[in-house]
């Protein structure tokens, strides 16, 4: 079978890069030989970094080593939600493969123009234009006559299945080095000058209060900052991590809880579900117009243990503030929503606030 390409009014851009149409925002090109690719979905370790490293290369005619990806920020990647649900080849992956088809063909129009020869009739090989007669340009030597700040048209056609030679192969993942060789990639492998480090202290008890709170044990511990409480919320902050560890012990010791209440039984739990108070409301109703005779009635009761939707993974993140500006470094699947939330939270415009993923 063949693929045919779309009609240019039948043509649709994905819904990404609809979103967020600015081809300058997803790609850029520069002199000295980079493709800077700059998707909205993030790298949790499912491999899209080198996924979308693939997509783009392939459609670009560039190797792979000379695509540089950046890390999802609010302070210019393309807004994509949230990176959940497998969807970022689907989604972040038809984006870019849309715009660099684009890109590709708007470096070729302006190549043909300056050396003289029909675009069709030159080809790309890692990022060098030639054409007949050895005429040759490249994307490097073009790219301060080529302006990508622009809006992504659905007119591009990408390539076939069959063209591309790194997409559906398999390839040295791009984040793996720095992993293996402990070269600094994660958050806790990037200090800020001056930085401090906070503990929460929380309670074994579902619902307790915390009644009293010896904070002398705590106060001796070399390099502590302050201990903070609100009502039931208690923690620390100090000049180190292990500081914050050490403190946060001696806190736990002083610390006197009194529990609301006890947790249901687990292995009772569903007796509990049906005494506790409930809102009936009927969803949807079927009638028949016959009554058909009842041949067998058949009863059966199924029930499944609590199951806590927890966190899958340590938190970990970094905020760093600049008089009224505020910017963060998190491994959030979605930084523009947790930008939104902060500036709830904070009271600040949203404009103010930066928020960087990194894993």
Same mark, same amino acid.
């Given at each position: 079978?063949?693929?045919?390409? *779309?009609?240019?009014? &039948?043509?649709?851009?994905?819904?990404?890069?609809?979103?967020?149409?600015?081809?300058?925002?997803?790609?850029?090109?520069?002199?000295?030989?980079?493709?800077?690719?700059?998707?909205?979905?993030?790298?949790?370790?499912?491999?899209?970094?080198? &996924?979308?490293?693939?997509?783009?290369?392939?459609?670009?005619?560039?190797?792979? #080593?000379?695509?540089?990806?950046? =890390?999802?920020?609010?302070?210019?990647?393309?807004?994509?939600?949230?990176?959940?649900?497998?969807?970022?080849?689907?989604?972040?992956?038809?984006?870019?493969?849309?715009?660099?088809?684009?890109?590709?063909?708007?470096?070729?129009?302006?190549?043909? !123009?300056?050396?003289?020869?029909?675009?069709?009739?030159?080809?790309?090989?890692?990022?060098?234009?030639?054409?007949?007669?050895?005429?040759?340009?490249?994307?490097?030597?073009?790219?301060?006559?080529?302006? /990508? !700040?622009?809006?992504?048209?659905?007119?591009?056609?990408?390539?076939?299945?069959?063209?591309?030679?790194?997409? %559906?192969?398999?390839?040295?993942?791009?984040?793996?080095?720095?992993?293996?060789? #402990?070269?600094?990639?994660?958050?806790?492998?990037?200090?800020?000058?001056?930085? /401090?480090?906070?503990?929460?202290?929380?309670?074994?008890?579902?619902?307790?209060?915390?009644?009293?709170?010896?904070?002398?044990?705590?106060?001796?511990?070399? %390099?502590?900052?302050?201990?903070?409480? !609100?009502?039931?919320?208690?923690?620390?902050?100090?000049?180190?991590?292990?500081?914050?560890?050490?403190?946060?012990?001696? /806190?736990?010791? %002083?610390?006197?809880?009194?529990?609301?209440?006890?947790?249901?039984?687990?292995? &009772?739990?569903?007796?509990? /579900?049906?005494?506790? *108070?409930?809102?009936?409301?009927?969803?949807?109703?079927?009638?028949?117009?016959?009554?058909?005779?009842?041949?067998?009635?058949?009863?059966?009761?199924?029930? =499944? *243990?609590?199951?806590?939707?927890?966190?899958?993974?340590?938190?970990?993140?970094?905020?760093?503030?600049?008089?009224?500006?505020?910017?963060?470094?998190?491994?959030?699947?979605?930084?523009?929503?947790?930008?939104?939330?902060?500036?709830?939270?904070?009271?600040? *415009?949203?404009?103010?606030?930066?928020?960087?993923?990194?894993?």
């Amino acid at each position: 079978m063949t693929e045919q390409a *779309p009609s240019p009014s &039948a043509a649709k851009l994905p819904v990404s890069l609809a979103a967020n149409p600015k081809l300058s925002s997803w790609i850029r090109i520069s002199s000295d030989g980079r493709v800077t690719v700059s998707p909205g979905k993030v790298e949790i370790g499912q491999g899209i970094v080198t &996924a979308l490293a693939q997509i783009a290369a392939d459609e670009l005619d560039v190797d792979i #080593a000379r695509v540089q990806m950046v =890390r999802a920020s609010t302070a210019g990647s393309p807004n994509e939600g949230v990176t959940s649900g497998s969807l970022s080849v689907q989604q972040s992956g038809r984006a870019i493969r849309q715009a660099c088809a684009e890109i590709r063909q708007i470096f070729l129009g302006v190549a043909a !123009d300056r050396l003289g020869v029909e675009a069709a009739l030159l080809d790309i090989v890692d990022g060098a234009i030639a054409g007949p007669g050895n005429v040759s340009t490249s994307y490097w030597e073009l790219a301060h006559d080529v302006s /990508l !700040d622009r809006d992504a048209t659905p007119g591009a056609v990408p390539k076939s299945s069959a063209q591309r030679s790194l997409a %559906g192969n398999s390839v040295q993942r791009l984040d793996i080095p720095d992993k293996v060789f #402990a070269h600094p990639r994660f958050i806790h492998d990037s200090p800020l000058p001056d930085m /401090l480090h906070g503990r929460v202290l929380r309670s074994e008890l579902s619902g307790a209060t915390l009644v009293e709170l010896k904070e002398d044990g705590a106060r001796k511990i070399a %390099g502590l900052v302050a201990i903070v409480r !609100d009502g039931n919320f208690a923690g620390v902050v100090s000049e180190t991590e292990a500081g914050a560890e050490f403190a946060l012990a001696a /806190l736990r010791k %002083g610390a006197t809880w009194s529990s609301r209440a006890n947790l249901p039984d687990e292995d &009772a739990m569903a007796e509990w /579900l049906k005494v506790q *108070p409930a809102e009936l409301a009927v969803i949807a109703s079927k009638t028949t117009t016959s009554s058909p005779e009842k041949m067998r009635t058949i009863h059966r009761q199924y029930t =499944r *243990p609590y199951i806590a939707h927890g966190s899958i993974a340590p938190s970990c993140a970094m905020a760093q503030w600049t008089e009224d500006r505020v910017r963060v470094w998190t491994h959030s699947q979605g930084v523009y929503l947790l930008r939104a939330d902060l500036a709830l939270v904070f009271k600040l *415009p949203i404009e103010n606030i930066t928020v960087e993923h990194m894993e």
